[in-house]
């Protein structure tokens, strides 16, 4: 019997028999290792019904409390980081000192969430009027929804759960279908490191349970990551539905290469930020840009470093490891497919790869494009695969133009030994988070997470500073103690004096 992946609700797995299911892969290995339940709306309302209860004296719970559940949890998950970076590899396909770097990124927002005391400090103002005293504090917003995409089943989850049960909300996690183990582990690290029953929960499952949480009036809040249709329909879904949203959507993040850059550092950045995790990475490098003269000695150097490129299971220490579902292997192939039709020429082709891994194994091995037009698919679509392309342009404003012109706006990158022309480039640029010979410029967990355009809908960014507004809401108090001598109606407006 294959294992099947249960709900977590009010401190355990859920018992009813799910009335549907989907099947958990090994990507390295092309078989079924385990069977998910597909929550059906009843199975959420569960969940949520939960949280609520729990919420009651949850968000009345201290912040000492709170922050001795935020240390613990983070104990644990320190010292259990390596079981579960295997659980991600064995579900996800990447590979293991990969899958431990997306938990160790996960670690930072714990440790952003321990600070709560500090961080949901209000403001004060004595004297506002005579003898009239005024203060704010943030209070939970209540029962939260996040919704995780495929990529990330450990650090995306953990960009959001501490910080809102930090604030003192309740959680119901929907994670992706695709990799659910996580989830489930990271929920009993929870229940050990002492937070009560039913604060976090999780529902598995698809469309059905997003629009279950979407549709509930008792969640009040959605964190959503993932592809760009889908975080736009949960943006007006929930907001149609007076919920506060997040959602944050795809990518096509650009790595401009100027002529005075170091082209060895490079080269290094684009192969591993365009191959890292097969390019299934929100924040993967999938265009080069290159800025004349520097196109033929670019394309040269990252195709000698590709070649040096092992792939393979990524419990056998490779390099990249397969795509996350013969499906989306499939997609990603097709694209390839387009790019050598539409005119794009092929330096590096991956198909058909040699791998140390399963023979049904869901691969496609690493792929340059050279000379893609800005019209061809492989360059107008998130690919989400490993497929870099690189684009020639013949100066820096061209190179601005063809990245103010793409929908997305997630992450984006500069390589130059020019301190002015970096700057001009962070500033004039229209995406969220921009490295400066830095490739992949994730923000520290203190600072927020968020891209511009079509790669984030709403207002708030995750986690740090934006995750502890967005998970809360601000009140003001204005105070005064009546002396004895005070007395009288007045029906003005109140002035301050
Ligand atoms: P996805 O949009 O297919 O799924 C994301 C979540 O939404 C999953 O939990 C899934 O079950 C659910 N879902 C899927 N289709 C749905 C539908 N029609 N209605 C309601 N819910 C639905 O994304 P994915 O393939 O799991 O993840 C990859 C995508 O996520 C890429 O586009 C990537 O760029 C994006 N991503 C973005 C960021 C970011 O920070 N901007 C981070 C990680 C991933």
């Excluded at 870099?388 to 984006?412: H, K, Q, W």
Aim: net charge negative.
């Amino acid at each position: 019997m294959t294992e099947l992946i249960r709900h977590w609700i009010a401190g355990k797995s859920a018992d009813a028999d799910p009335q549907r299911t989907g099947e958990v892969f090994d990507p390295a290995t092309g078989q079924v290792t385990k069977r998910v339940a597909f929550a059906a709306e009843s199975d959420v309302d569960a969940a949520v019904t939960a949280a609520a209860e729990a919420l009651k004296s949850w968000r009345r719970a201290s912040l000492a409390k709170r922050s001795n559940v935020l240390f613990a949890f983070r104990e644990l998950l320190n010292q259990r980081k390596g079981e579960l970076a295997e659980i991600i590899t064995a579900e996800h396909g990447k590979v293991v000192s990969d899958a431990a770097g997306e938990v160790q990124r996960g670690l930072e927002n714990v440790e952003y969430a321990c600070g709560i005391p500090n961080l949901l400090k209000g403001g004060f103002s004595e004297n506002a009027s005579t003898s009239v005293d005024v203060h704010s504090v943030r209070q939970p917003v209540g029962v939260v929804g996040v919704i995780s995409p495929f990529n990330f089943p450990a650090m995306v989850p953990l960009w959001f759960v501490p910080g809102a049960i930090a604030c003192g909300n309740a959680v119901v996690l929907k994670p992706s279908e695709k990799d659910p183990s996580a989830a489930n582990f990271i929920a009993g690290l929870w229940q050990e490191a002492g937070l009560p029953d039913g604060v976090f929960n999780v529902v598995h499952g698809d469309k059905v349970a997003v629009d279950a949480l979407l549709a509930h009036p008792v969640v009040k809040a959605v964190s959503f990551v993932g592809s760009t249709p889908v975080a736009r329909y949960v943006y007006e879904t929930g907001t149609g539905n007076g919920k506060r949203v997040q959602a944050l959507g795809g990518a096509k993040n650009h790595m401009v290469v100027l002529p005075d850059a170091d082209l060895d550092l490079a080269a290094d950045a684009a192969v591993s930020a365009g191959f890292g995790s097969a390019g299934e990475r929100c924040m993967a490098i999938s265009a080069v840009v290159a800025v004349d003269p520097v196109g033929d000695e670019l394309v040269a150097k990252i195709a000698e470093r590709m070649a040096k490129l092992s792939v393979g299971d990524g419990r056998r220490g490779c390099d990249m490891g397969p795509l996350v579902t013969a499906a989306h292997r499939d997609r990603v192939t097709s694209y390839v497919d387009a790019g050598v039709e539409a005119g794009a020429e092929l330096v590096v082709d991956g198909r058909g790869v040699r791998v140390d891994g399963g023979d049904d194994g869901f691969w496609l091995g690493p792929t340059l494009f050279d000379r893609v037009g800005t019209d061809m698919s492989i360059y107008t679509d998130e690919i989400f695969g490993p497929v870099l392309s690189v684009l020639r342009v013949p100066s820096y404003d061209s190179a601005i133009e063809v990245l103010n012109n793409n929908p997305y706006g997630n992450g984006t990158a500069v390589f130059t030994t020019n301190g002015g022309a970096a700057r001009q480039f962070s500033e004039e640029v229209e995406v969220g988070m921009v490295g400066v010979n830095v490739p992949i410029p994730v923000p520290v967990s203190y600072y927020s997470f968020g891209g511009w355009k079509d790669s984030l809908f709403g207002d708030a960014h995750a986690y740090g500073p934006d995750g502890v507004q967005f998970y809360t809401r601000t009140k003001v108090i204005t105070t005064r103690w009546p002396d004895p001598s005070h007395g009288g109606v007045n029906l003005g407006f109140p002035q301050n004096s």
